[in-house]
């Protein structure tokens, strides 16, 4: 499946009421049909615009389709951007752990926060590898070690998307 159609796919799934509740018995090449469906009556404005963002931290919605706005969220940290929320810890914290089962309820906290300000896809985990050290970033991702990243990443986005929310690594 191209990139393209996989984003399309995850939108699809998120952003259909009637999908999620039949997600768990929907084929994988049900969903690409669907998709492939969709994509066959996009114009190339109409692709490009769904990509887009719009106001803050909203996508284009595409109303001839179907297919509305998504909210969005910062989120290596926590569900940001909507009032209050809670600060959760930084993703090193977590990989110090060594405990996936903690970063995937880690990460099941953040879905929920999510879900309850309406976000459909949080723009978590931070993944990167340290490569320099002057990245102001580095202590959103999970270290230097690669199997470790992997497996926190990994473990974080069950957790996020077990909420039905995307996560988007």
């Known amino acids: 499946m191209s990139r393209f159609k996989c984003i399309l796919a995850v939108v699809f799934l998120a952003i259909s009421p009637w999908l999620a509740a039949q997600v768990a018995s929907t084929s994988n090449a049900e ?14 404005g109409e692709k490009i ?6 106001n803050t931290f909203y996508t284009q919605p595409l109303p001839r389709l179907g297919i509305p706005s998504m909210k969005m969220s910062d989120g290596p ?20 752990s060594w405990d996936v089962d903690l970063a995937e309820r880690f990460g099941a906290a953040m879905g929920k926060d999510a879900r309850a300000r309406g976000v459909n896809f ?18 959103e991702y999970f270290g230097e070690d690669p199997f470790l990243a992997a497996r926190m990443a990994v473990s974080e986005i069950k957790g996020i998307q077990g909420q039905r929310v995307i996560a988007t690594a």
Do not use: C
């Open 122 to 139: 949080i723009l978590a985990p931070g993944m990167n590898i340290y490569r320099a050290p002057m990245n102001g970033r580095n202590f």
């Open 77 to 96: 940290l926590g569900v940001h951007d909507y009032g209050p929320t809670t600060a959760y810890p930084a993703g090193i914290s977590i990989a110090a």
């Open 31 to 44: 969903v690409e049909k669907r998709v492939d469906s969709l994509l066959s009556q996009m114009t190339i």
């Open 49 to 54: 615009t769904i990509i887009g963002g719009t």
